[in-house]
């Protein structure tokens, strides 16, 4: 690991339980309106349409626009499949802003303060700048920087996303290594010349259905943020 001087992080599923914090969130939202739902099957319809959404950009059908925005178009597509077409945008706006108050895995604080004894850590997130910080201030996520998808115009695994990343710590090849619980992200992190660590989360989709194990060759590959610190040495 001689050489590596930052620490670049995905966030959704990898340090935050994006389904469970969704889940509770619309519970508490839309339960005292009487309304009654699987709410991890709501959480994963309106996840599902994440990937298509940033499809869309990637591909330049539609210009950049921040994930919030994404997320509330992506709300309001699949209310109707609910039977909750006549949500009122007050409440709709309320339920968007779910996604930056995401409770990170249990891991996740304890080990980004000991890793940032050591490196920069910043997160390489397709969430936008404002979302990024809330999740930090909401978590104790200790960044040096907020870096990712706003910050580069597109959505990984675009390589703009990870060399801007790279760039804005002057990291050249193998300076920085991409964390994260997803294997397609580090394959594409890699290509662009980043240091790869998987974190395996088996529950982020619901139970066992999460990687347990990198998909490709990884530098390192651990059970959380915390054995990554021992791992590197922090």
């Excluded at 389904?19 to 969130?25: H, K, M, N, T, V």
């Excluded at 178009?73 to 909750?84: S, V, Y």
């Excluded at 992200?185 to 619901?206: H, I």
């Excluded at 347990?212 to 530098?219: E, I, K, Q, T």
Aim: a neutral charge; charged letters at 25%; one cysteine or more.
């Amino acid at each position: 690991m001689d050489g590596i001087k930052a620490l670049l992080f995905d966030v959704f599923g990898t340090l935050v339980d994006w389904r469970g914090s969704i889940a509770r969130e619309a519970q508490t939202i839309l339960g005292p309106r009487g309304v009654t739902l699987d709410w991890p099957v709501f959480a994963d319809a309106w996840r599902d349409r994440y990937q298509p959404s940033m499809d869309e950009v990637r591909s330049c059908r539609q210009p950049f626009c921040k994930l919030d925005v994404l997320h509330r178009r992506n709300l309001d597509a699949i209310l109707p499949r609910f039977g909750l077409e006549a949500l009122d945008d007050a409440t709709r706006a309320r339920l968007n802003l779910a996604w930056h108050r995401l409770d990170g895995w249990p891991d996740s604080a304890p080990g980004l303060a000991r890793l940032r004894e050591r490196y920069r850590l910043a997160p390489c997130s397709n969430g936008n700048v404002a979302l990024m910080v809330d999740l930090a201030r909401h978590n104790g996520f200790p960044w040096d920087a907020i870096l990712g998808a706003e910050f580069a115009r597109d959505y990984k695994p675009k390589p703009i996303v990870y060399r801007t990343a790279m760039e804005a710590f002057d990291c050249g090849p193998g300076g920085a290594m991409m964390v994260a619980a997803h294997t397609s992200d580090l394959v594409a992190a890699a290509q662009c010349g980043l240091r790869t660590a998987f974190v395996a989360r088996p529950y982020e989709f619901g139970e066992n259905r999460g990687e347990r194990a990198p998909g490709a060759n990884v530098d390192v590959s651990v059970s959380g943020i915390v054995e990554l610190a021992e791992r590197l040495g922090a």
